[in-house]
């Protein structure tokens, strides 16, 4: 399909990337489930060759990532952290990385568990203070790291702000958009240098592929990433690319039922006396309510909350709702409950970025908002 900046996100979600087979005219995308393509010459080889390389269902999966993100090039990966792992082999040792100090629990292990014993310096800044960012930059950074919101306190970043900041040092700036995904904020366009995606979530969002994905302008470094991407071998399978390839086509009509799920269900929790906080962008009580309005389409399907009760009423809640599934991950159809200090965020304990063991994450799914609601109330109503 051509692109077209007058396509809204609906029809890009459903026509981007993907043609008709040429070969059948199937509609949708073939799965290529093959590790090898035949040559023509030895010499002069042109196309595709061996699937680590590349492959017709990745190469349709870019095609869609690309656009949906306003981006020229997309890379897609065999999860998250495989991209974001991508990414900081950019960074030599002695560089610095600025990070936000309200990562994913997984972004927290890989900086500071792996990385940084490869040289790379890393410091983690409250990314919402654009005067600790500016403080915390130093001559040797080369990568302002960033989620917005984040995973699991929700807080939001100014984009912008950060981009100015980052570039004024000659740094990059990269951004998480894995909560809001490419239907509700499009960091490119607001002056992020990469953006990530764990493809394992919204995008894909039916629970049943693990994936991720960078997507970027710069055509030098998209080089660079490719060439490192297949150096590694951190790509997907076929079936992993398709599987993502069909979530991205309802991507824009999920979005908008998990907005709308979420928000009654905050506003609920908000009224309910045995909670004691809501963190949700969507309501007012939000700090950056005001910067959620102006930079997201949407406050997104993601509710934390903390109960009077502590971390003895959250397990209790986590434990026996009964259309909330009591798992890890979130951005699928269906609603998940979990308590991120024991399990999403465990690698974080006993550190500056160690998570209130009261705390409850829910990934709010599309089921009937009324029909979810009962199910909180049910439970909380105990308490």
Known sequence: ???????????????????????????????????TFAQTDVAQHKGYDYSRSDNPTRTALHGALAALEGGQHALAFASGMA??????RLIKPGDH???GNDVYGGTFRLFDKVLSGYGIEFTFANTTDETAVANAIQPNTKLVWLETPTNPMLRLSDIAAM???????????????????PALQNPLALGADFVLHSTTKYIGGHSDVVGGAIILNDTAIYERLKFLQNAVGAVPGPMDCFLTLRGIKTLAIRMAQHCHNAMQIAQFLADHPAVAEVIY????????YELAQRQMRGPGG???????????????????????????SLGGV?????????????????????????????????????DLINDLKGVLNRL
Do not use: C, K
């Not at 026509?15 to 093959?34: F, R, S």
């Not at 965020?345 to 990934?363: E, F």
């Not at 799914?365 to 009324?370: F, L, R, S, V």
């Open 163 to 181: 981009a100015t900041i980052a570039h004024a040092a000659g740094a990059w700036l990269g951004v998480d958009n894995t909560f809001a995904s």
């Open 83 to 88: 991209a974001i792992d991508t990414i900081l």
């Open 302 to 328: 993601m509710i934390s909350f903390i109960l009077h009760g502590g971390e003895a009423a959250a397990r209790l809640v986590a434990r026996d709702t009964q259309l909330f599934t009591l798992a890890e």
């Open 334 to 370: 269906e609603s998940l409950i979990e308590l991120p200090a024991p399990m999403t965020h465990a690698s974080v304990a006993d550190s500056p970025l160690a998570i209130d063991p009261g705390l409850v994450r829910v990934s709010v799914g599309i089921e009937n908002a009324q």
């Open 97 to 99: 990385v600025l990070s």
């Open 281 to 288: 962008p969507g309501l007012e009580s939000h700090p950056q």
């Open 1 to 35: 399909m051509t692109q077209s900046p007058d396509f809204h996100l609906e029809t890009l979600a459903v026509h981007a990337g993907v043609e008709p087979d040429p070969l059948t005219g199937a509609v949708m995308t073939p799965i290529y489930q093959t590790s």
